[in-house]
């Protein structure tokens, strides 16, 4: 029984931005699979032509013109992917130490429209949390248009799989905001510093029961198994750290 339990705990839990260093290790994987095909036909022309000929220098010519549209075109979009990454990192390591006041958590959550980076359930309330890792000062006002629409989006879905109304917030997690906690056209806007406080001090929402029933319509909607023991402590006593 435990080590089922424990099986299905780790199906439903994923890492906080699981989704973005997946990509980044595929984008990776790629760049060296062409760059290794490049590689091993240029030495196989050279060692046929005696390192001379026409095919040869097209060969090498090949090789260079694939290593500068990989470093023009490829790594800066790795760069961002692990940027961005390592923000929700940050963000999710942050909200999973609200499990000891009883919230549940799940990251890099799957739904219709794209991976929502986090979903939390608490006594304040259901929250969806964009992440955001681009630098320097941001103003309210002028948060893209994009981003905004994104998480509009993605608090429509998981309102109506979780059967509760949810909060949609932009996380910028290395970023100054020059209004925290301001919202605009109803998503609201923090830096990941005040994040946790700014949670703590909302007034109650949702009562252990309804929490626990928000928590587990999520997890079939995104094809995650219910824990029939987490179900027993949380009537028992109240959300537990273990079930999130």
Partial sequence: MLSLEMSSASISRRAPG?????????????????????AVVTDALGRALRFHG???ELAEV?????CLAILRY????V???????AGEELVGGLLEELGDEGWHVLHDAPLKHGNVDHIAIGPAGLFIFETKSNPGPVKVRRVHGAILRQAQVQRDEVQRVAGARAE???VYSRAWVDHPGARRKGVRVLPARMLLNHLRHLPPA????????????????LGKPVQPVERLRVRRGGPVRGAR
């Avoid at 090949?62 to 694939?66: E, P, Q, T, V, Y």
């Avoid at 760069?79 to 990454?85: I, K, N, P, S, V």
């Fill in 79 to 85: 760069e961002r992917l692990d940027q961005g990454a």
């Fill in 18 to 38: 699981q989704y973005a260093r997946e990509s980044v290790l595929r984008l990776r994987m790629r760049c060296l699979i062409v760059l290794g095909a490049f």
């Fill in 206 to 221: 949702l009562g252990a029961e309804e929490m626990r029933a928000v928590h587990e319509r999520l997890l079939v909607a």
């Fill in 74 to 77: 490829v790594l800066p979009v």
């Fill in 62 to 66: 090949g090789l260079l013109c694939a």
């Fill in 54 to 56: 026409v095919e040869f």
């Fill in 168 to 170: 949609p917030v932009v």
